[in-house]
């Protein structure tokens, strides 16, 4: 019997797909408190909030001479206004005079209003008068010594290079909300608003087997039937994408043993485990097998091109592991390593994700146009790798409907890694259709590299 949610073949469609698995992911990772700077990338667990005004006092926008306005509201470069240098604030020290009738205080930028002083004069509206009321140079460095008394050019108004208490942050303003993965600028609030740590989720670890008896590890003989392993770093490097800690499980063979073996040691340490390889329909496909026996499988099967044999399935930790709720999520993916790297993407990101407690949106699809025609197989979703046309900079061009123009970046089949290289973006041609003729409107899905990670 069918049900709605599937498509040709029985298929599973890829939202049912995602629905069902993202039902299985347990709570949040519990949290830890780290310091700022080991911040980067990982996802906040709080509300931050300022514990202080920023700037905490009127400061100098400029290095000049702190000031009263209407002293010097008639000066000009031919009458320059005479004011009596009567102390200095440097950066980080409190005034030790105030600014009075005639006077000014010399300040650096940062440094605290003196009181009395209204606006600050920048340096080089000013020149340096000594004792005997001899001019220095015009705008002398303020770093010099402190002249007697200043002659100032300009007329400015209240306010001048005045920075506001508070006028950045208000002390409980609310700077940072729980969910999001922090990016430099976010530690830097953090951290201005006077937040020595942070408290974050903690990483989600994740643990990639590769199967296959062909598999050898990269660099090793291949002997007469072997190829490289390359799911098991490529997977590695996606998760860490994700924030994720990995744990490399290494080469199973294509036994139910070898299998089991390889997953308990994943369970007893990761909140998820990536498999690739044996999930298909082979007689030495154990994957699926093996979930089965050390939980369940939830899903296999997507409506999806390439990927179809992905497999989902939920597996109790052994006690004293710390998966949240006990679970282990297990995902089966296709050898194929375009298959893997897809329905890496399309499942095993957005559970990890949601796992990890970051609020993410689903992908934003861009506008594209496809310049040739492609055919698909009906009844499955496909993503097809292509390239963007660019200008003679590398800038996206873009037609008069905002559109980006893109051509396969090379061979669609699931086993070629070469144009998964090339590609600038996935083209989404929906289950329905079975061909594109060239001139066709498809939804883009970029492939830019996730900001980074520090790990
Ligand atoms: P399977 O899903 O095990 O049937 O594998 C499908 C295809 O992907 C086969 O051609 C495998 O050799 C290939 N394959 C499986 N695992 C890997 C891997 N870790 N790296 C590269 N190719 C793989
Ligand atoms: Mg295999």
């Known amino acids: 019997m069918r049900t709605e949610t599937e498509g040709d073949e029985g298929l599973l469609a890829v939202e049912a797909a995602l629905d069902r698995l993202l039902a299985q992911v347990p709570s949040e990772l519990p949290t830890e408190r780290v310091a700022l700077a080991a911040g980067l990338g990982r996802v906040l667990a709080e509300v931050v909030t300022s514990t202080t005004d920023l700037p905490p006092w009127d400061n100098s926008a400029m290095d000049g001479y702190a000031i009263r306005a209407r002293d010097v509201a008639a000066a000009s470069e031919d009458a320059p206004v005479r004011l009596t240098v009567v102390g200095e604030v440097r950066a980080g020290h409190a005034p030790d005079a105030a600014v009075g009738e005639g006077t000014a205080v010399r300040v650096a930028t940062g440094a605290p209003l003196p009181p009395g002083a ?20 015009r705008g002398r460095d303020a770093a010099g010594p402190l002249p007697a008394a200043c002659l100032v050019h300009r007329s400015i108004g209240p306010g001048t290079a005045v920075r506001r ?45 590769a199967t296959g008896d062909e598999l050898r590890v990269p660099g090793s003989g291949l002997g007469p039937a072997g190829i490289p392993d390359s799911n098991r770093p490529g997977l590695l490097a996606l998760a860490a994408t994700v924030g994720a800690e990995t744990l490399d499980l290494g080469i199973a063979e294509d036994t139910l043993e070898a299998t089991l073996a390889a997953l308990r040691d994943g369970l007893a340490s990761a909140d998820a485990i990536v498999v690739s390889g044996g999930v298909s329909v ?29 497999a989902f399935g939920v597996a109790p930790a052994p006690p004293g592991a710390e998966a949240p709720d006990g679970r282990v999520l297990l ?29 993410t949106a689903p992908p934003a699809g861009d506008a594209g146009v496809i310049d040739e025609p492609v055919r698909k197989a ?10 963007a046309d660019r200008d003679a900079y590398g800038r996206l061009r873009r037609d008069g409907r905002g559109r980006v123009h893109v051509r396969l970046a090379g061979g669609q089949g699931s086993h070629l890694l070469h144009s998964l290289v090339a590609a600038d973006a996935l083209a ?12 066709s409107d498809v939804e883009l899905r970029w492939l830019d ?6 790990s």
């Open 118 to 137: 209204d606006a600050v004069v920048q340096v080089e509206l000013t020149t340096p008068l000594d004792e005997g009321g001899e001019r220095g140079p």
């Open 449 to 454: 590299p996730p900001a980074g990670h520090p």
């Open 378 to 387: 009906p009844g499955r979703r496909a993503f097809l790798r292509v390239v």
């Open 165 to 209: 208490r508070g006028e950045d942050l208000r002390a409980g303003q609310r700077l940072l909300e729980p969910g999001g993965a922090l990016r430099p600028a976010d530690i830097a609030v953090a951290a201005a608003g006077g937040a020595p740590e942070l408290l974050v989720r903690r990483r989600p670890r994740v643990a990639v087997l």
């Open 282 to 310: 082979g007689p030495y496909d154990v994957v699926r097998t093996a979930f089965g026996q050390l939980g369940r499988v939830d899903l296999w099967r997507v409506a999806v091109q390439p990927g179809k044999p992905f």
């Open 331 to 359: 995902f089966g993916l296709p050898g194929n390593p375009v298959s893997a790297f897809v329905t890496f993407e399309l499942f095993v990101r957005p559970a990890l994700d949601r796992l990890a407690g970051r609020a």
């Open 428 to 439: 989404v041609v929906p289950e329905t259709v079975d061909h594109l003729e060239a001139g």
